[in-house]
T-cell receptor, first 116, second 111 residues
């Protein structure tokens, strides 16, 4: 089944304890992205990657790191989590169209993170 | 900076049409999207429109694009209880492929 998977789905942690949220897609998509969703703020892009070893900052990259060593995986790393990073996180992937653009985003199920 | 604006709430009676509006900033965006998020779920692409189109119809959904005013709308005909969700407008910026989402419009269906 074509899908984007994220782990863990739920995580409660404490301030300063490094954590990684994994994201994996089995559709051979070039484009992968991380978003956070907060009430009243909608969906904001954290980082995105257009291909292996290529990553770019989205709108809210502060406090996050990503890596794209393989096409299928795009982990999100919080080196020193803080309470303002409590949020619902979504990973997504997207294929490149024949015209060279990116089209539909396929979203993972979400990871609810609470930082105490 | 870039911003995608949409109203936060819309209430519609079952059977009526729903119209959700959105304004975007990048006139060179190639694709404009509507995503649907049901409670407790991720986002799913509902429909999209290519920038050289004015209108796209897909069953009960009609997307209208006014490039001059940078205005996008989604019309849902014969709104059903299953249409109750948050609807997000989004654009992909042509210059750097960054994706900007609106804050989402929560559609509430009245009996």
């Amino acid at each position: 089944e074509a899908q984007v998977t994220q782990n863990p789905r739920y995580l409660i942690t404490v301030t300063g304890k490094k954590l990684t949220v994994t994201c994996s897609q089995n559709m051979n998509h070039e484009y992968m992205s991380w978003y956070r969703q907060d009430p009243g703020l909608g969906l904001r892009q954290i980082y995105y990657s257009m291909n292996v070893e290529v990553t770019d900052k989205g709108d809210v990259p502060e406090g996050y790191k990503v890596s794209r060593k393989e096409k299928r995986n795009f982990p999100l790393i919080l080196e020193s989590p803080s309470p303002n990073q409590t949020s619902l996180y979504f990973c997504a992937s997207s294929p490149r169209t024949s015209g060279g653009r990116y089209n539909e985003q396929f979203f993972g199920p979400g990871t609810r993170l609470t930082v105490l | 900076g870039e911003d995608v604006e949409q109203s936060l709430f819309l209430s519609v009676r079952e059977g009526d049409s729903s119209v959700i509006n959105c304004t975007y900033t990048d006139s060179s965006s190639t694709y404009l999207y509507w995503y649907k998020q049901e409670p407790g779920a991720g986002l799913q692409l509902l429909t999209y429109i290519f920038s050289n189109m004015d209108m796209k119809q897909d069953q009960r959904l009609t997307v209208l694009l006014n490039k001059k005013d940078k205005h996008l709308s989604l019309r849902i005909a014969d709104t059903q209880t299953g249409d109750s969700a948050i609807y997000f407008c989004a654009e992909i910026l042509n210059r750097d492929d960054k994706i900007i989402f609106g804050k989402g419009t929560r559609l509430h269906i009245l009996p």
